[in-house]
């Protein structure tokens, strides 16, 4: 007798398992439904697709897929996530999110990137935190409070201490010759412009922000400039006026 799920149902991909309240499954096979042992508290879920021992275990929410074992376990009503990765939990509750791998991973390879251009105008730079989240930075004021003028502030940059340095083989076999900054002075001079890593230990510098800071600097000296400038013009011109009264003068 053949079983026909309804629409809309999820898929879980289960693997041979021998636990206390789970049967042992002699070879890989897929069940299709609203409850399984991949995904087993998923009974109002739909739309899920887990593959790997307790993937799912305990999502009710719809829309997830999940690769490995374990792979969003700790995804509660959460929908619409993606996680791949053995281990890979994720967090109770959270939705339209993608987790891959983990912290233990050393070297992230993705084919299609590099050398490959993108000429659009709406194309940004992608940065990263402590905890792995990437995203893009956003300068439009409707996302900030606190707006002020730099005004002295920038001044910090005046006293970094630019360097040429080499990374450590591990890190570059290469050698090639390196442009920056040391954190450890960095932090010393201006902690805001330093990054800690998950340890809490400096790991780089803010240079987007060093950058901002020039611009200030430059643009005040930019002015003084200007003002040096207009006081000269001044001082001319009220040195050609002198010079032609004095000559008028002498001809009387």
Avoid at 102 to 128: F, R
Avoid at 161 to 177: I, M
Wanted: net charge positive.
């Amino acid at each position: 007798m053949k079983i026909k799920p309804r629409l809309p149902f999820s898929f879980f991909i289960l693997a041979p398992r021998s636990r206390a309240g789970c049967s042992s499954l002699s070879s890989w096979r897929i069940k299709c439904g609203r409850e399984s042992h991949r995904g087993r508290q998923n009974t109002n879920g739909s739309q899920n697709t887990g593959s790997g021992v307790s993937a799912l275990y305990n999502n009710t929410g719809r829309s997830n897929v999940a690769l490995g074992y374990q792979a969003g376990q700790n995804l509660t009503s959460g929908s619409n996530n993606i996680v791949i990765g053995a281990g890979v939990p994720g967090t109770a509750g959270e939705s339209n999110t993608t987790r891959i791998g983990k912290s233990t991973q050393t070297k992230t390879l993705i084919g299609g990137i590099y050398e490959k251009t993108v000429a659009s105008a709406s194309g940004v730079p992608v940065v990263i935190d402590n905890t792995g989240k990437l995203g893009t930075v956003k300068s439009s004021a409707r996302f900030k409070d606190n707006i002020t003028p730099m005004h002295k502030a920038s001044e910090a940059v005046l006293e970094l201490k630019p360097v040429t340095f080499n990374y450590k083989k591990e890190l570059d076999p290469d050698g090639a010759t390196q442009f920056g900054l040391i954190g450890e002075q960095v932090e010393k001079i201006d902690p805001n412009l330093i990054v800690r890593d998950e340890d809490g230990k400096v790991s780089t510098v803010r240079y987007e922000a060093v950058n901002a800071m020039l611009l200030n600097e430059f643009l005040k000296e930019d002015h003084k400039v200007e003002s040096l400038q207009a006081t000269l013009a001044q001082q001319q011109k009220e040195f050609k006026e002198k010079l032609c009264s004095n000559k008028s003068r002498s001809k009387r």
